[in-house]
């Protein structure tokens, strides 16, 4: 015997207040997480927010004095680059299990025997739209 109606929604509305919870809580973490990046030669390190927000720049040698500035420029910039890279990727990975809740909720409304009847009696109603009642009453025997 398959769920009801009622059922499925009340999953459905568990799941989500599930998945907001979650998202909030990602959310939060995500806020307060950062990144880093230390250049090649390993002269400059960056730290920034997940939201690109630059938050420390540490000189790990003196070198960077002697250097001419557009190539402390070039460093600088090749290494906040790779650290918003750095970020691109961790926030991914965060919200990852994210992702799937809107396919899955497809899923389950599909899915679902008394769910999937609205759906073809929706779907009926729309083909009559598109198509007008003649051209659909030659129609009537397609499945959905």
Avoid: C, W
Avoid at 125 to 132: A, I, S, V
């Amino acid at each position: 015997m398959s769920p009801s109606y009622d059922d499925q929604m009340s999953q459905i509305m568990a799941e989500f207040e599930q998945q907001r919870d979650q998202l909030f809580k990602t959310r939060e973490e995500f806020g307060k997480a950062t990144v880093s990046a230390t250049s090649k030669d390993h002269l400059v390190e960056v730290t920034m927010l997940m939201s690109g927000q630059v938050k420390d720049i540490k000189f790990h040698r003196t070198d960077y004095a002697s250097m001419p500035p557009a190539q402390l420029s070039a460093l600088l910039v090749e290494t906040i680059n790779a650290a918003l890279q750095k970020g691109s990727a961790k926030a991914q990975e965060m919200y990852r299990s994210q992702t799937s809740f809107g396919a899955d909720l497809r899923e389950s409304m599909i899915g679902g025997d008394e769910v999937n009847d609205v759906f073809k009696d929706l779907r009926g109603l729309f083909d009559m739209f598109e198509t007008g009642p003649k051209k659909r009453a030659a129609n009537d025997e397609d499945e959905f």
